[in-house]
């Protein structure tokens, strides 16, 4: 029982022009969400977050959008760069036990063409 | 970068073997997360602390236990290793047990199964 989906295992993207990775959730008790970003061979690294109150979030180049009523959000890169290319997770933070524990969609890998 | 490692990076081992993977912080947080990755199913909890000496099991946490015995170390043990668990480990840690702060994750350790 999957609770956050990434559909789209792949993308690609030609680099100076928007990314956007989508993801959907079905447990609307989560209270954050996160998106984590993975290179060959490392582990994965923290992006961007957002708090379910809130709607949007930026930093920099990166921009998440929150759509409660959907259970969905999504990732935009603008503009995307080479660099960018990785695979991308979304999750969700949630209470467990005595701690937190994320859980993460699938991955949806990004190409950036040149 | 937050200050983890996880050793080894690579194993193989044959089935019925037991096997320890160690994972070591730097950052003095207290704490720390055993994941692991396989396709399809992002990363899923097995175990993690909230303390030196406290931990507790996490979604997937069958044919592993864990000890951790000093703040910086956390140790992952699989004690008769099985087919099913060939798979990436990921150590993870974070400064707090609420939703709202991030984990970093280690580089990650490759165990194969034979």
């Known amino acids: 029982d999957q609770q956050v989906k990434q559909n789209s295992p792949s993308l690609s993207v030609q680099e100076g022009r928007i990314s956007i990775l989508n993801c959907d959730y079905t447990n609307s008790m989560f209270d954050y969400f996160l998106w984590y970003k993975k290179y060959p061979a490392e582990g994965p690294t923290f992006l961007i977050s957002?708090?379910?109150?809130?709607d949007k979030n930026e930093d920099g180049r990166f921009t998440v959008f929150l759509n409660k009523s959907a259970k969905h959000l999504s990732l935009h890169i603008v503009p995307s760069q080479p660099g960018d290319s990785a695979v991308y997770f979304c999750?969700?933070?949630?209470?467990?036990?005595?701690?937190?524990?994320?859980?993460f969609g699938s991955g949806t890998r990004l190409s950036i063409r040149p | 970068d937050a200050g983890i490692t996880q050793s080894p990076r690579h194993k193989v081992t044959e089935t019925g073997t037991p096997v320890t993977l160690r994972c070591h912080q730097t950052?003095?947080?207290?704490?720390m997360y055993w994941y692991r990755q396989d396709p399809g199913h992002g990363l899923r909890l097995i175990h993690y602390?909230?303390?030196?000496?406290?931990?507790d099991k996490g979604e997937v946490s069958d044919g592993y236990s864990v000890s951790r015995s000093k703040t910086e170390d956390f140790l992952l043990t699989l004690e008769s290793a099985t087919s099913s668990q060939t798979s990436v480990y990921f150590c993870?840690?974070?400064?707090?047990?609420?939703?709202?702060?991030?984990?970093?994750f280690g580089p990650g350790t490759r165990l194969t199964v034979t």
């Open positions: 602390s909230y303390g030196v000496k406290d931990t």
């Open positions: 993870a840690i974070s400064e707090s047990g609420g939703t709202s702060y991030e984990q970093y």
């Open positions: 950052e003095n947080h207290r704490y």
């Open positions: 999750a969700a933070s949630v209470r467990y036990s005595s701690a937190s524990k994320i859980i």
């Open positions: 957002i708090s379910s109150i809130k």
